[in-house]
């Protein structure tokens, strides 16, 4: 059994965060060049110096000495014209992810609820410690001003990694906090206003509709009561601030992914490979499925110089979502030769990861499917670019889950399923705004 120095590791883990208040003073491209011998350091000598202890794995080194400042160069290269992002998020990334680590073994105390391995001790202490930390180098390193108050800002983008680091995810916080952490900063300080929406009378008539078809799903037997509530809320924020185009696509993946489920359900029960619960989805399907979607929405609503990128990124997320369920419902009952993404080795239909040509070009059409919807419910038109774009962004999206699923087969705690697919759907949303950004 290797034995690791917690205190120690993370003792380096906020100490190579201080190095955050040094964007003050340097181009990004030197901070860029700092973080990137930083990899390749603590990938080859920081074990060497300090010794094996620091690592989770007795090699010496882990995923997560290395994926540290692997996102700190990726902060820094994406947000080299507002450093302020990536110096806060680092900051928060070391100060509150560490004393997390350090206050939860050093206190202790009652656990979370919703993951036992960690403490309201350790959460507080992230939220105190990542606050501070956040404060002095985001005034620091500020280069322009924010309609938000900096005050909201940080204690958002706190209080989010802080949740996202709580969750039992067996995923390395030196990945989730820095994704999550910059998108929610991001989209603060981007943001012009808190979007409230507007209640008029087509409003209220959709909330209505949404409200009848969550009951007609559970009683369809597409969802149990979490999903009714969860998928109502999520449909709510849809309607409420992205429109009623965006509830039609969310609308056309609810039919295609429910349709797909439910299709041949009781041949892929009796082979083991059908959905738990007779079919029925709950709110943490919902969730990973249209949180990213329904996030995109919102930010799309207080983002109004972004708002058409945002909201076809949300398209994008549920073109994602629709080809991903529909390629693993398909290829479970159709697929006559199911084999791994990367090697192509041939593998047992239900293979976390495997793909099938059957079900790869059931997704296929499925995302242009949901595709097309968006391009006529948002500009009226079937406009080729458009549809292009999200049935690109879709299938990639997709294949990106396929080998997230392979590669989470040999981990010793895998990644839960909700969270891949919550992956997936924001790696759709990503693509889509690369392609925008070259056509």
């Avoid at 981007?190 to 799903?217: C, M």
Wanted: hydrophobic share 60%; charged share 10%.
């Amino acid at each position: 059994m290797h034995a690791t120095h917690e205190p120690l590791r993370k003792t380096l883990h906020i100490a190579f965060g201080l190095f955050a208040f040094t964007l003050r003073w340097l181009s990004w491209p030197v901070a860029a060049a700092v973080a990137a011998c930083a990899v390749m350091g603590n990938w080859l000598l920081l074990h060497r110096i300090v010794g094996a202890r620091v690592a989770r794995h007795e090699r010496g080194y882990d995923a997560g000495i290395v994926l540290y400042p692997a996102m700190v160069l990726a902060l820094i290269l994406v947000f080299r014209n507002r450093i302020e992002i990536a110096g806060t998020v680092w900051a928060i990334l070391a100060f509150g992810d560490g004393f997390a680590t350090l206050a939860g073994k050093a206190i202790g105390g009652a656990r979370l609820p919703w993951n036992r391995d960690k403490s309201w001790s350790g959460t507080a202490a992230f939220v105190a410690f990542g606050f501070i930390a956040a404060e002095v180098v985001y005034l620091l390193l500020r280069t322009a001003a924010t309609a938000l108050p900096a005050v909201v800002v940080i204690a958002g983008t706190v209080i989010v990694s802080a949740f996202v680091e709580s969750l039992p995810l067996n995923a390395d916080d030196n990945f989730t906090v820095p994704i999550a952490g910059a998108a929610t900063m991001a989209a603060l300080v981007y943001a012009r206003s808190i979007a409230f929406p507007a209640f008029d009378t087509t409003v209220v008539a959709w909330l209505a509709v949404n409200t009848i078809l969550a009951i007609l799903g559970y009683l369809a037997r597409s969802v149990d009561v979490s999903g009714l509530i969860g998928g109502w809320v999520l449909g709510a924020v849809v309607i409420l601030f992205g429109g009623l185009p965006l509830y039609a696509v969310l609308l056309a993946f609810f039919v295609i992914g429910t349709a797909t489920t439910k299709l041949g359900y009781r041949r892929k029960q009796r082979a083991g490979l059908a959905q738990e619960k007779e079919g029925r989805r709950g709110f943490s399907h919902a969730f990973s499925n249209v949180g990213v979607a329904a996030l995109l929405a919102m930010a799309s609503a207080a983002i109004p110089q972004a708002r058409t990128a945002l909201w076809l990124a949300a398209a994008a997320a549920l073109a994602t979502a629709a080809a991903d369920t529909t390629a693993s419902e398909i290829g479970q009952l159709l697929g006559r030769r199911t084999f791994l993404p990367l090697t192509l080795q041939r593998v047992a239909v239900g293979t976390e990861g495997a793909i099938s040509i059957e079900g790869t070009l059931a997704g296929l059409i499925a995302g242009l499917t949901v595709a097309l919807v968006a391009s006529l419910a948002q500009f009226g038109t079937a406009a080729p670019r458009i549809i292009i774009a999200l049935t690109a962004a879709a299938f990639i999206g997709s294949y990106v889950e396929s080998l997230a699923g392979n590669w989470n087969r040999s981990r010793e705690k895998a990644v839960p399923n909700g969270a891949l697919n919550f992956f997936n759907t924001a790696v759709g949303a990503f693509v889509l705004l690369l392609i925008l950004s070259v056509i």
